[in-house]
């Protein structure tokens, strides 16, 4: 597997239970070690499909016990109503949960079988599926060829496997950018308790998603042109004084400043393509294979993973 997301982990524990030798390659250093870095750490909108696959490699109980269930959006006009779009029945509901804390979980969880090794600081440089061959590239700078029966593509929206796919005939691909980019900024706990949630307007969304320590994580999304208009520490208090007046005393006007230029707006990118293997040699999963922007699925994108397990499971052919 060449992973830099969660499901190259996820993935791992799905053939580790079906008894392959597993070596994971992952370009960053391990996330339970490092420094936390922010600036894509939007928590997870935990649903049916991802405790699914959760569920499938006996994680889902852990996993869903860390969570904060959210069972309604609240909307906040700018003349002060208040609107809750319910996202099911009362009885139902989604998990808010930890990006930093599920990528942690599942790479413990990987590791823990015998026949799983993890290899960090491992940079993926070449793919060669038709000799079912990988070139990586670790931290003594000296590229490495591996061999193995299967290679795993879980290398994310600007995968690496994918695009030596792109070179077969017959392999479609496409990528669209939306107009908008994201922000993280976070609300602190108030006196040790759950501060309320500003309120969004048509043209500059924030999403906020409740955290274990009280505190909310919210992500401001608007168009690019809107942020590049934000150029000084007044520019951003005075924005938000016009658009989000209620939020300036929930986060502190140093913290807004702070958090604001901490890093630029990233961008979000949506990603298709087909087919997703090539042979019984390679195969891409999640976001290398289906890469969506948030507000369709501010999830795991578990389910190709779930799929190719439930397959191994119930259609087992040996593949080599």
Not at 200 to 229: I, R, Y
Request: aromatic fraction near 10%; charge should be positive.
């Amino acid at each position: 597997c060449d992973s830099n997301d969660m499901v190259g982990s996820l993935q791992a524990c799905f053939l580790a239970k079906r008894n392959f030798q597993i070596d994971v390659y992952e370009a960053r250093e391990d996330t339970r070690v490092a420094n936390f870095t922010r600036g894509r750490s939007i928590n997870l909108a935990l649903s049916h499909r991802g405790r699914q696959a959760l569920k499938a490699v006996g994680l889902e109980d852990q996993i869903v016990s860390q969570g904060i269930p959210m069972r309604a959006r609240m909307i906040h006009s700018l003349s002060g109503k208040k609107s809750t779009i319910p996202y099911g029945t009362k009885s139902q509901y989604i998990l808010s949960v930890s990006r930093e804390n599920l990528n942690k979980d599942l790479l413990t969880a990987a590791e823990k079988y015998p026949n799983v090794k993890m290899h960090f600081n491992h940079r993926l440089l070449k793919c060669n599926p038709e000799e079912r061959m990988i070139t990586v590239l670790g931290s003594d700078k000296v590229p490495k060829d591996v061999t193995c029966d299967l290679i795993v593509g879980c290398d994310g929206a600007y995968s690496t496997v994918r695009s030596h796919l792109m070179k077969k005939p017959r392999f479609d691909y496409s990528q669209q950018y939306i107009p908008h980019g994201y922000m993280e900024l976070t609300i602190p706990p108030k006196n040790g308790d759950v501060s309320p949630c500003p309120f969004s307007t048509p043209s500059h969304n924030p999403c906020c998603m409740s955290a274990n320590n009280k505190s909310f994580t919210c992500t401001l999304f608007m168009p690019f042109e809107e942020f590049e208009k934000l150029l000084t520490s007044n520019d951003v208090v005075d924005f938000f004084q016009k658009y989000f007046p209620d939020a300036i005393p929930l986060i502190g006007e140093k913290l807004l400043v702070q958090d604001f230029f901490l890093l630029p707006a990233q961008p979000m990118i949506s990603v298709k393509c087909s087919s997703f293997h090539f042979k019984s040699h390679c195969v891409l999963l999640g976001d290398a294979a289906h890469a969506i922007v948030p507000f369709f699925g501010q999830g795991m994108n578990a389910v190709s993973s779930f799929s190719l397990g439930k397959s191994l499971k119930y259609f087992w052919v040996s593949l080599s």
